[in-house]
C-alpha cells in the first residue's frame, strides 16, 4: 500500500492549458504539503495545510491553488500554465506542524510544459 | 527565518570509504534536525534525525552529529556502498515550526 498517492506520474501539455494534480494519503496524519522540486534539485515549499486549513503559502503564483476537500486528500490545481512551471511536484504529509514528525513524500508528478 | 547551508554540492568517494556531509543553521532556537535521501528518480525519504537535546545519534552505517554552539549538524556514513549513491538532504525545524532545507548533496560512490 501506497501511503501517499499522487496523479499522475507524468504529466505533458502545453503552454496556457489548465492541469491538476491530486494527492492522498492513507496514514491518518493531519498536515498535507506540496513541494516544488526543479532541475537542481532544490526542495521548496509551496504549500501546507492542516486539517484542511491553509497554514503556509509561500512566494507561488496565484495560478496555483492548492484544495484540500479533507484532512487525507491536497490537491493541486495549476492555470495558464508556462514553461517555468516544468519540475518535479511531490506531496508529502505528516502528523502536526509542531511536533518532529518526519515528512512522507508521494513519488511524484513531473510535469512538463512545451 | 532560519537559514540553513550545506556543503558540499558533490561529494565523490571510494567504495568502503566513509563520507561526510555538513550543514549549518542561523535560527538558535531550531529543535529538529531530518536527513532526508533521494535516489535518482525516487522521492526523499527520511534516514535519520536528530533532535536538540542530543548531540548524536547512529543507525548502523549512518550516523548523525550535533553542535548546538557552533549550529552545525553533519551526517556521516561509513563504509559507502554503491546504494548509497543519491542525493542528501538537510532541513532544520525552526522557532516557526517551518522545515528548512538544504540545497542538497550528491553524493558519488565510485567502484
Known amino acids: 500500500d501506497t501511503a501517499v498517492s499522487q496523479t499522475p506520474k507524468y504529466l505533458v501539455t502545453q503552454m496556457g492549458n489548465d492541469k491538476s494534480i491530486k494527492c492522498e494519503q492513507n496514514l491518518g496524519h493531519d498536515t498535507m504539503y506540496w513541494y516544488k522540486q526543479d532541475s537542481k534539485k532544490f526542495l521548496k515549499i509551496m504549500f501546507s495545510?492542516?486539517?484542511?486549513?491553509?497554514?503556509i503559502n509561500e512566494t507561488v503564483p496565484n495560478r496555483f491553488s492548492p484544495k484540500s476537500p479533507d484532512k487525507a486528500h491536497l490537491n493541486l490545481h495549476i492555470n495558464s500554465l508556462e514553461l517555468g512551471d516544468s519540475a518535479v511536484y511531490f506531496c508529502?504529509?505528516?502528523?502536526?506542524?509542531?511536533?518532529?514528525?518526519?515528512?512522507?513524500f508521494g513519488n511524484g508528478t513531473r510535469l512538463t510544459v512545451t | 527565518g532560519e537559514n540553513v547551508e550545506q556543503h558540499p554540492s558533490t561529494l565523490s568517494v571510494q567504495e568502503g570509504d566513509s563520507a561526510v556531509i555538513k550543514c549549518t543553521y542561523s535560527?538558535?532556537?531550531?529543535?529538529?534536525f531530518p536527513w532526508y535521501k533521494q535516489e535518482l528518480g525516487k522521492r526523499p525519504q527520511l534516514i535519520i534525525d536528530?533532535?536538540?537535546n542530543v548531540g548524536e545519534k547512529k543507525d548502523q552505517r549512518i550516523a548523525v552529529t550535533l553542535n548546538k554552539t557552533a549550529k552545525h549538524f553533519s551526517l556521516h556514513i561509513t563504509e559507502t556502498q554503491p546504494e548509497d549513491s543519491a542525493v542528501y538532504f538537510c532541513a532544520a525545524k525552526d522557532s516557526n515550526y517551518q522545515l528548512i532545507w538544504g540545497a542538497g548533496t550528491k553524493l558519488i560512490i565510485k567502484p
Open positions: 535560527d538558535s532556537a531550531s529543535n529538529y
Open positions: 536528530i533532535r536538540s
Open positions: 508529502a504529509s505528516s502528523q502536526g506542524t509542531m511536533v518532529n514528525s518526519p515528512l512522507h
Open positions: 495545510y492542516n486539517n484542511k486549513e491553509l497554514i
